[in-house]
């Protein structure tokens, strides 16, 4: 075994899981909102310049604004819990999406990569299955993959306190919008209009991060 998939495994442990190809273990986090949304923890916080302050959902249900203004940034909301999270970047009139995975399963064979995961029902109206599939580099670092659902850059040491992070463009998947409307009513209606916008935003630009922690 190379030391860096040694590096994996010892880093990693349980959230990870090289060469083993079984589910991640879910982080706990408390959320208002949560149920019915397939254990989703939605963190909404505005784009630069917004106006309805920062609002963390996801750190038992705690909520802020910025210093000095209603001009929330990423730096005013508590920090996202361990475990997986999916992040829809803000767009110029919506705010960050981060959306907690319980679903996680990696596996490395050799020099494959795969990664299997579902998107929470908050973000694209049900869950839907993603499976990625692809080769590590040189160093086994970077993996590049690919399946139905679009094409992804995994880096396995993206350091700071990430063990995973992905760049995500999934151009096979469907969002459900009146599904997801009526998911973020029934579970969040303070932020249903965020939660919305930011699966409307997804719907026609699915570039996301998904970030382990």
Request: proline share 7%; net charge negative.
């Amino acid at each position: 075994m190379s030391s860096a998939r040694a590096w994996m495994l010892l880093l990693a442990a349980g959230m990870l899981n090289a060469c083993g190809g079984t589910n991640a273990a879910p982080a706990d986090a408390s959320s208002r909102g949560s149920g019915g949304a397939g254990g989703v923890t939605p963190m909404i916080a505005p784009p630069s310049g917004g106006t309805d302050g920062s609002v963390d959902t996801a750190a038992g249900g705690a909520s802020g604004t910025a210093a000095g203004g209603a001009d929330g940034t990423a730096s005013d909301a508590a920090a996202p819990p361990p475990g997986a999270s999916y992040v829809v970047p803000a767009g110029p009139d919506t705010p960050e999406g981060r959306y907690r995975i319980d679903s996680l399963s990696t596996e490395i064979s050799g020099n494959d990569f795969r990664l299997d995961y579902k998107l929470p029902a908050l973000l694209v109206g049900e869950e839907q299955s993603i499976s990625l599939r692809g080769t590590l580099d040189a160093a086994r670092r970077i993996a590049t993959v690919s399946g139905d659902a679009g094409t992804a850059t995994c880096d396995l040491m993206p350091g700071g306190d990430l063990i995973l992070r992905c760049d995500e463009n999934l151009t096979g998947i469907n969002v459900d919008l009146d599904s997801v409307s009526e998911t973020a009513r029934a579970t969040d209606p303070t932020h249903a209009p965020s939660l919305i916008a930011i699966a409307k935003r997804f719907a026609s630009e699915p570039i996301g991060i998904l970030e382990v922690r």
